[in-house]
């Protein structure tokens, strides 16, 4: 696979990208590079360094080049605060990421304080309702996707019963949390609330109380690896479907782990690096070319979030101001006429949340096909 | 000691305490951070260092007693307790786990001891992480406030970092005269020969358990001010991997001698940093360090130190500089 | 009744692969007093040779297999030994446990740096499959799995029993000093233990990476089962280790189906403080003696 040679080729330039010079704007990714979230945490990295030489080979960002710094808080909110106060000394234009809500939430306050605009790749709910006025998102928010996909289990589904599995870390728990609240909204009876640890790799006795909880559907949320063994046992113990799941269970990683335990899973898929729109299928060779690896949708975050901020800079404010950043950020809407880069239209209110069209799916014969496309909440 | 080290000595501790003392003027607030939480660890090894290195007692139950500290600290004062009640709070609820813990050590020791640490320690985490109701379970607690100090706001880097550094003096006097007292050279028997300590009136029960509650109150102080230095708790930072961090800093310190920690926290908590400029193999260089460390001076640093300057033959029981018998040592072991 | 037995057959295969773990983590612990806490990442590595022969080297799996193996050996039972082990050792059983910390963490890194974060599909001995006996589903991966377990664990036990060497090697364990007097080569003996470790170690990777799948943070859990397998069953007992393995698959996994599964982690560890310290010698174990 060429890893090993690309290890040490990234790693030279990642030393040389870092060495700014004083005409360069800087840009600081502090995210989970080791630690138990580091494949996401490099997948926006890595989303992040190839936009970042794309727009510095077209001559950067109001003819300045970015310099890239990236910190690696391993995933823990202690080494967080300490990366991004170093991040934040090196004066920095805005930060990029993290995706952790621990990490989030530990940095934020120093984030506000500075008055730099920040990029996470959190999806937590609660993320946008700490008065942050500098934080936006580059992915829905858990509180977004949720309503969708009860929306298809009651409408498409017909079910009136759910068997939830789901991954005990703040990722799964926060998704939990919030789609008991949409069911019960809709009248949908929560049966069967198994939880499993982030890592798990032995499935069986979860599938057995699932197969005890007898519903109508079996709601899947973890991580890549963990829904793909999840569904292997699934099969395997005869645990009938249909299964559901959000953007985790229908990811090209899960299916090509999972084989053909995946077939027939369905879904809502925030973003997806398979999304039926050439832009996006053009960045998905790119990455895989660039890096020896598909994207997940931790790639295509990184990747955009750069090109917002190059478009909002360069076309909204024509100059490097924080603040300003940050109130022409409010309320902005990016389509890909304006900045292709953006691959789908995005909008950011007031408190940072995104707004994007998503996609309900299936997975067919080992592809994701999209069979739905779901409109964006505001327009 | 004699004179010519005891001068070596006191020169390198006035050259570290200037460090210490003139360090926030010179750097950013990045290293102020840095320099805060290497204090507040060493607090934490400090106590594992009088439960192993001198009592002999292996605990790999750290880390739960600097979540206790830092939880009660982070549920309380964000209720808007004043801090020092949370202090002592979180000292005495930890001296008292720390005691009850110590109850296991009367029946076995060693690594049947260290699995039984362990198992506590991960037993905390899943309590941490799943009791929702009390610790905000896997979100975690927010928004953590700084303490005053008779209306003195501590909420900067610098103010903060002399804080605990006043913490950290408090703490290593405190230990330093117990090490000298008879409570000292008891531990110091149990560690070398719990029997025959026995046998000669020590009362060994006792001591195991104060030893366990000592190292944990001192575990809970730490947390105690872990909690208003990042500002935010969860329970990821106090699972397994920091009580074997915490483990990693007395013995590359040192295990069993007075300084011990303060190099080993440095080397757990500074050297990482130090090779971040290496970017994705910062963690790989620094565990080949201590690989390395650990293969050529398997007494730590200071037993490094000890062994070089230490020129004629040794004298009879020092006890402030206690050397570390290996703590598992079996007949007829190479 | 169907769950029960799938529950069990389950539990059993993962058993097995504590066992085949926990089983050369007890024989290090009796022949060299070594406590290792990278057994977990020692499990991890093979796989990953196995990957890189099949996709730099562009061998076909079983000539990788091979190839991992001899890797293996020399990397995680002859260097190991000789390069950390035996300059360590003589100072104590804590600084070897650090360092073996610092072992687990390298191989972690590396694996992730240089290989990858992300999981990867590994190919299974026996093409995936599942069988159906009585109406019960079986996967054929967990009882080949079970299966070549207990061949190798009997062949263990033949050869510490029934060959000369065997019985050398147990003789080392016991007491080396007597050993050394009646003219067995004891640090010969004890490089044998690394040597088995080291295979035991691969032949568990082999068969858990295709279900588990490749990945760097495969061996933390996996150590922890590992050590909490062979105390229970008894630290100084190579059968302890397999009745430890077994049982703690088993129990875990009825637990984790019949009790709150937030504390899922929970069942294991009480087991365990509960074992130490009412039966410390583990559920096999002799009694170690404690020289005054």
């Known amino acids: 696979m060429g890893r090993l040679r690309f290890g040490l080729a990234l790693s030279a330039l990642m030393l040389l990208l870092g060495h700014a010079s004083a005409e360069d704007v800087k840009l600081a990714y502090v995210g989970e590079i080791s630690g138990s979230i580091a494949v996401s945490g490099g997948n926006f990295r890595d989303g992040i360094i190839l936009a970042v030489e794309e727009i510095n080979a077209a001559g950067g960002i109001l003819k300045q080049k970015i310099a890239l710094s990236q910190l690696d808080t391993q995933t823990n909110p202690g080494v967080a605060r300490a990366q991004m106060q170093k991040a934040i000394d090196g004066d920095p234009y805005v930060v990029l990421g993290p995706i952790f809500s621990g990490n989030v939430k530990a940095t934020m306050p120093l984030l506000q304080q500075a008055e730099i605009p920040h990029l996470i790749g959190g999806e937590a709910a609660e993320l946008t309702n700490l008065g942050d006025r500098y934080l936006f998102r580059t992915s829905f928010g858990q509180q977004i996707g949720m309503p969708k996909i009860s929306n298809y289990i009651r409408d498409e589904l017909k079910a009136k019963t759910i068997a939830l599995i789901w991954v005990n870390n703040d990722f799964g728990k926060g998704g939990r949390d919030n789609l008991i609240k949409q069911l019960a909204a809709r009248n949908i009876k929560l049966v069967a609330d198994v939880s499993t640890e982030s890592g798990q790799v032995d499935f069986a006795a979860d599938v057995v109380k699932l197969k005890a909880a007898n519903a109508d559907a079996v709601f899947v949320y973890s991580n890549e690896e963990e829904c793909a063994r999840i569904m292997r046992e699934a099969r395997k113990q005869g645990l009938k479907g249909p299964f559901v799941g959000d953007t985790t269970l229908l990811s090209q990683k899960t299916i090509e782990l999972a084989g053909d335990a995946a077939n027939g899973v369905r879904g809502h898929v925030g973003l997806t690096a398979d999304a039926p729109i050439p832009a996006v299928a053009e960045f998905s060779t790119k990455f895989q070319k660039r890096f020896n690896y598909k994207p997940d949708h931790n790639g295509i975050k990184g990747y955009t979030a750069v090109y917002a901020i190059r478009y909002v800079t360069e076309k909204r404010l024509g100059k490097f101001d924080r603040k300003a950043f940050a109130q022409a950020m409010h309320g902005l809407t990016i389509s890909p006429k304006d900045e292709p880069a953006i691959l789908m239209e995005t909008t950011w209110d007031d408190v940072g949340e995104i707004d994007r069209i998503s996609f309900l799916a299936e997975v067919v014969n080992g592809q994701q096909k999209i069979i739905q496309v779901l409109p964006k909440l505001g327009k | ?334 | 009744m169907a769950d029960v037995v799938q529950l069990l057959v389950a539990g059993l295969a993962t058993g097995a692969i504590y066992a085949l773990v926990a089983i050369g983590f007890t024989l290090l612990w009796q022949t060299s007093q070594t406590i290792n806490f990278a057994q977990g990442e020692f499990v991890m590595l093979p796989a990953f040779f196995v990957l890189i022969g099949m996709s730099h080297f562009g061998l076909s799996f079983w000539p990788s297999v091979a190839l991992a193996a001899v890797v293996s050996v020399v990397v995680l039972g002859l260097l190991f030994k000789r390069l950390m082990v035996d300059p360590v050792i003589r100072h104590g059983v804590l600084p070897l446990v650090i360092a073996t910390i610092g072992l687990a963490i390298f191989f972690k890194e590396v694996v992730r740096e240089f290989y990858g974060a992300d999981a990867q599909p590994f190919p299974p001995v026996v093409a995936a499959g599942d069988m159906t006996v009585l109406g019960i589903a079986f996967a054929v991966q967990s009882l080949v799995v079970l299966a070549i377990s207990i061949v190798a664990v009997v062949a263990l036990q033949l050869f510490l029993n029934g060959t000369r060497t065997g019985r050398c090697m147990q003789a080392s364990a016991q007491n080396p000093t007597v050993a050394r007097l009646l003219g067995i080569p004891v640090e010969r003996m004890i490089l044998y233990t690394f040597l088995i470790n080291a295979a035991l170690v691969t032949l568990a990777s082999i068969l858990i990476t295709p279900i588990y799948l490749a990945k760097f943070t495969n061996g933390e859990w996996l150590g922890l089962y590992a050590f909490i397998a062979a105390i229970v069953g008894g630290f100084n007992q190579v059968r302890g280790a397999i009745v430890g393995g077994l049982l703690l698959g088993v129990i875990d996994n009825f637990a984790a189906a019949y009790l709150s599964s937030q504390y899922r982690m929970a069942i294991p560890l009480l087991i365990l403080i509960v074992v130490i310290l009412f039966r410390p010698q583990g559920l096999l174990g002799r009694i170690e003696e404690r020289t005054v």
């Open chain 2, 1 to 334: 000691m004699r004179g010519g080290r005891r001068r070596l000595v006191g020169i390198v501790l006035a050259l570290a305490a200037a460090f210490l003392l003139a360090a926030p003027f010179a750097f950013r607030p990045y290293g102020i951070f840095i320099l805060t939480m290497w204090a507040v660890m060493t607090i934490a090894a400090i106590g594992l260092n009088l439960t192993l290195g001198y009592a002999g007692q292996v605990s790999l139950a750290q880390a739960a007693f600097v979540g206790i500290g830092a939880y009660i600290t982070a549920c309380l004062t964000t209720r808007g307790w004043p801090f020092w009640s949370t202090y002592l709070l979180g000292g005495a609820a930890c001296f008292a786990i720390g005691w009850l813990l110590g109850h296991p050590a009367l029946r076995v020791q060693h690594h049947y001891l260290a699995f039984v640490t362990l198992a506590f320690n991960t037993l905390v985490y899943l309590m941490f992480r799943n009791e929702e109701w009390l610790t905000g379970g896997i979100y975690g607690i927010s928004n953590v406030p700084r303490p005053h100090l008779a209306g003195w706001s501590l909420n900067g880097p610098r103010e903060f970092y002399y804080f605990c550094l006043a913490h950290l003096a408090l703490v290593a006097l405190a230990a330093w005269w117990l090490i000298r007292s008879p409570w000292g050279r008891a531990f110091v028997a149990l560690r070398e020969n719990p029997l025959r300590a026995l046998s000669l009136g020590v009362d060994t029960r006792r001591y195991t358990l104060m030893a366990f509650a000592l190292g944990a109150g001192l575990g809970g102080i730490s947390g105690v001010l872990y909690a208003p230095l990042v500002q935010f708790v969860d329970p990821t930072p106090f699972a397994l991997g920091l009580s074997l961090n915490l483990l990693l800093m007395v013995v590359v310190g040192g295990s069993g001698y007075f300084f011990g920690p303060f190099l080993g926290a440095m080397v757990a908590v500074l050297l990482p940093e130090w090779l971040r400029f290496t970017e994705g193999f910062y963690l790989m260089g620094y565990a080949l360090l201590v690989m390395v460390l650990m293969v050529s001076c398997p007494t730590g640093l200071i037993g490094l130190a000890d062994r070089l300057t230490r020129r004629t033959s040794r004298s009879a029981a020092d006890v402030s500089v206690a050397r570390p018998g290996a703590a598992v040592q079996g007949e007829g072991a190479r």
